[in-house]
């Protein structure tokens, strides 16, 4: 046998052992998909890996309108309001029930600062499988997901009051 033959068997073997490998190990329940406990090293490495691809992929051809219209800023803040706090907080808005048990972690969006406003639309309306962020495109139209986009933009340069004022649509 030639010695490219031989190379050849020993991959060949060597990926066959890792897919019995794996199958034996996800047959067997070792690993805890309970989300009061983190991911391994590799399977997180791996979901980052195939979510940061799967959306850079997808959200990069999505037409972005005028993000600093008043109006859109404004209506994203009371669907912001109604819908994100309790998982991804505002200024003023620290904590909630909910946030503490949720893996994935939801980003404190009062602090992230959210540049890429195509990759921000997408999530939004597709959401994440196997996370808790959900699609909101079942239940927004694509003119009130860019209103949320445009409000999440302002966020982390935001005040509380203001914040208040814009969710509630009164001061104070
Ligand atoms: C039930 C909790 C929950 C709610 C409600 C929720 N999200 Fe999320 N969201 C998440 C989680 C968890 C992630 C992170 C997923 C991951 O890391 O894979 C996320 C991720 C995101 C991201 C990506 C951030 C980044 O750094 O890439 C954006 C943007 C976002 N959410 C916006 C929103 C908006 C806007 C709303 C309301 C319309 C909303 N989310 C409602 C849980 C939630």
């Not at 033959?5 to 190990?25: C, E, H």
């Not at 391994?40 to 959200?59: F, H, M, N, P, Y």
């Not at 946030?99 to 890429?116: F, M, T, V």
Request: hydrophobic residues 40%; positive net charge; contains cysteine.
């Amino acid at each position: 046998m030639s010695s490219i033959a031989k190379a050849g068997l020993v991959v060949a073997g060597t990926l066959a052992a890792l897919a019995i490998g794996g199958v034996v190990y996800v047959g067997s329940g070792i690993y805890n998909i309970g989300a009061d406990d983190h991911h391994t090293k590799i399977v997180l490495a791996i979901i980052e890996q195939l979510r940061e691809r799967s959306i850079g992929v997808r959200a990069r051809t999505t037409h972005v309108p005028n993000l600093e219209d008043p109006t859109r800023i404004v209506a994203g803040a009371r669907h912001y309001a109604a819908l994100c706090v309790g998982c991804h907080l505002a200024p003023g808005v620290t904590k909630s029930d909910i946030r503490p048990g949720l893996y994935p972690h939801p980003p404190n969006l009062a602090q992230e600062d959210i540049r890429d406003a195509q990759r921000a639309f997408w999530t939004v309306k597709h959401g994440i499988k196997m996370s808790a962020m959900p699609a909101w495109g079942k239940t927004l139209d694509d003119a009130a997901i860019w209103d949320v986009v445009a409000f999440v933009r302002q966020m982390p340069a935001m005040t509380p009051e203001t914040y208040q004022q814009l969710s509630t649509g009164h001061s104070g």
